[in-house]
């Protein structure tokens, strides 16, 4: 079998020749003295015929085969499957790596399994088509991300990982012994991406971040993947409103053309958009709540969880569109670098985006005046020792600027529907897990 190796997907143009197959016995039926034999490689699926003797074939074992591409019979034909119009006859075959017997059926079309099982077993899980689909939308939003800025003339760089002082406040940290010094895992790369801005005037990066809050629910993890963006030479914050709009509609628009038979599989519809997604301060969105509700969140410092399904409740009925803007948090709930309103500095011009009752991303507008951030610094009792790069780059000149921030476990989660935001991470962290269930400290 030396053949050259043909791609499951090419096979649609070899009619009548013959082929080298690689790949994994991804199902199995035997019927006498033939075998189907459904083959999986990473480009799809096509319907092996063999002898009696691929009765032995195990599921997950990978194979090499080489046979002739033939047209299947009317009535056999599976529009289910790209190549469901076609089959291989097979003249020969070989083992290339026998698999051992899977714990569970990973041939059936839902894998039915409690979350920690799925978890457990993330490399075998990992092969079944469902599993497979959430990554394959996962990778066609950052993708987009990337793309989408990319045209816009943004420049893509890696903020680090270790960072020598705390940015976002609020969260739990984790704290890492740096050569007997003390340093944490970041949280945010927003001061690098701001440092990196204050050169490159557009920069983004998609970054691993890491938030030890100690909390078990089924929206947050402790590592996650950041979509930042950082722009200079704005005029307001509703420039970085704009942009965000523009992109993440992008985002949604790729899926939704390029995920379709994914998309399927979860009976997963796109987020409902209109023209200009709307924008309330937060006191609107409260006021909003408690005209509609009954129930009276004004005054309280952000939108709790029910807040945030009641505001995107209310404004898809008004407006028809899943996304929403809130801006204008108080001030001292937001981080150091949020940009106070100058008419009403009691609130910033900082900015979440809500999509289905869940925050996705957060934004705004930054203090780029040195001596407004020095004074800020201090306000909110940091060392500005720990800083000093990120000051520096201001001392010498950064115009009006902002960016956001979009959370993709998030975003996968909310557009496939998915349960648990644990489904959305390849390999999750979270206070009880790292690949494997960690052992109870008592």
Request: proline share 5%; with cysteine.
């Amino acid at each position: 079998m030396s053949m050259e190796r043909t791609f499951v997907k090419d096979t649609l143009n070899k009619v009548g020749q013959s082929v080298t197959l690689k790949g994994w016995v991804d199902n199995k039926r035997d019927f006498g003295k033939l075998t189907f034999i459904d083959l999986r490689d990473f480009s799809g699926k096509i319907q092996l015929v063999g002898f009696q003797k691929m009765a032995d074939l195990g599921i997950q074992d990978a194979i090499v085969i080489t046979g002739t591409v033939k047209e299947r019979g009317e009535k056999t034909i599976n529009p289910e499957l790209e190549t469901g119009k076609i089959e291989v006859d097979v003249q020969e075959y070989s083992v290339l790596a026998k698999a051992a017997t899977p714990p569970f059926d990973i041939t059936k079309e839902e894998l039915d399994l409690e979350l920690p099982t799925l978890l457990d077993n993330r490399s075998l899980t990992l092969r079944h088509p469902k599993v497979q689909a959430i990554f394959k939308v996962q990778s066609t939003i950052v993708s987009a991300f990337r793309d989408f800025l990319k045209g816009k003339g943004f420049f893509e760089f890696q903020a680090p990982t270790i960072v020598p002082e705390i940015a976002e406040g609020g969260s739990e940290v984790f704290e890492v012994d740096y050569f007997g010094r003390k340093a944490y895992l970041t949280q945010s790369p927003q001061l690098y991406k701001q440092i990196a801005m204050s050169a490159f005037e557009r920069v983004f990066s998609v970054n691993k971040v890491f938030r030890a809050e100690p909390s078990v629910t089924t929206r947050h993890i402790t590592e996650l993947v950041s979509l930042d963006a950082e722009m200079a030479f704005i005029e307001s914050w509703t420039d970085i409103t704009d942009l965000e709009d523009e992109c993440v509609k992008y985002m949604l628009h790729e899926v939704e053309t390029k995920c379709a038979k994914e998309l399927k599989m979860y009976q997963a519809t796109i987020p409902s958009t209109i023209d200009k997604t709307p924008v309330l301060s937060l006191t609107e969105a409260q006021q909003k709540i408690f005209d509609k509700t009954g129930r009276d969140p004004r005054g309280e410092k952000d939108l709790n969880p029910e807040d945030e399904r009641d505001i995107c409740k209310i404004i898809k009925e008004e407006t028809g569109s899943d996304l929403v803007f809130i801006y204008g948090y108080p001030t001292k709930q937001k981080p150091f670098y949020v940009y106070p309103n100058p008419e009403n500095p009691e609130f910033n011009e900082g900015v979440d985006l809500l999509c289905r009752g869940v925050e996705w991303s957060s934004g705004g507008r930054r203090v780029s005046d040195y001596a407004q951030l020095l004074n800020q610094v201090e306000e909110w009792k940091m060392d500005p020792s720990k800083i000093t790069l990120f000051l520096e780059a201001f001392k010498y000149g950064v115009p009006p600027e902002g960016g956001f921030a979009l959370g993709l476990e998030r975003l996968t989660m909310q557009i496939l529907g998915l349960g648990n935001i644990r489904e959305a991470s390849m390999f999750p962290r979270d206070m009880e897990r790292v690949d494997l269930k960690l052992a109870d400290k008592s």
